[in-house]
């Protein structure tokens, strides 16, 4: 039974692994293999500062909701682990700030010590009258992506550094099964018109004395455009943009200021900050999540394909969730194939 991951961002791993953990002992003859011609540190997920906050609202969709609190939980409970470390994972507290009272969030009661902040707290940060403090999760990519490939690689995983062109492709090479994690680039294997980019920059400076996250909200101009700055083990993010529709990867100059006055006006200590990078990506964005199996009849033949992207800029708040949902799938394709061997009952 040989299955292809493609993609090999935080989604493309954690479901390598979710799906290994899971059946390699209920189906001999499983190989896994991984295709991507990007991995870390050059995938979307490396740029990410790594901070557990899904979107101020799921628009209904519980499922999503579901799967993030699922991520959250499997995460706390690495947190005591030796493995934390060297995951990326540890907690952070911090501040989302408005300019207006707004509904809690539907994961208020997923992180820890949701509240709302005081007038004294307000003061802190001029212009904004509203706001939540908790404690959330960091888990930065820059580790826990090769943390995930090496657990993979001693699980005799393959990996192999190509772009797949398409699913056929797979086939024609004997693949039984092609799980699709391919972020913002699922269009150039299945045209997808709800999937587009939300352009994203960041900043990464020094600044070793920002120990909680601030993140701004801007009602009007919509999710992530407006400042956010994310302290990590060593540097501290900075941003802010949010263009739906931007393909371009370059860093742009006027980006870079609009960041870096914004957070400086948030918190004027940044001004004695040492840049020590910048990076641009494209967050996969769509209206939801797109987690679901489809039978692609090819010819005289049939081949499984489960789709596993388009998950924002909440990829690593999600993934977990989102493994274990795409390990129910092939769960369900092994089933209908008559390949899994249910542990036998001791009488």
Known sequence: MRVAII????????????????????????????????????????????????????????????????????????????????????????????????????????????????????????????GWFNTALMLECRSYLPWLTNRLMQRGVKFFHKKVESFQEMFAQGVDVAINCTGVRAGELQPDPELQPGRGQVIKVLAPWVKHFIITHDIESGIYNSPYIIPGSEFTVLGGIYQHGNWNEENSAQDHKTIWENCCRLLPALQKAKIVEEWSGLRPARPWVRLERETIRNGHFQAEVIHNYGHGGFGITIHWGCAMAAARLFGSILQEKKLASPPQPRL
């Not at 690495?78 to 009272?101: D, R, V």
Request: net charge negative.
């Open 7 to 130: 993609g090999a961002g935080v989604i493309g791993l954690s479901t390598a692994l979710c799906i290994h953990e899971q059946y390699h002992s209920l189906v001999p003859s499983l190989e896994l293999e991984v295709y991507a011609d990007r991995y870390t540190p050059c995938t979307t997920s490396d740029g990410a500062a790594g901070l557990w906050q899904p979107y101020l609202s799921d628009h209904g969709n519980l499922q999503e909701t579901l799967w993030n609190k699922e991520t959250f939980d499997y995460l706390l409970g690495h947190l005591g682990s030796p493995a934390a470390k060297e995951m990326g994972l540890f907690l952070i507290s911090g501040y989302n700030l408005f300019t207006q009272p707004v509904p809690e969030p539907p994961w208020k009661n997923i992180v820890l010590g949701f509240r709302n902040l005081t007038p004294k707290e307000l003061e802190l940060f001029p212009g904004y009258s509203y």
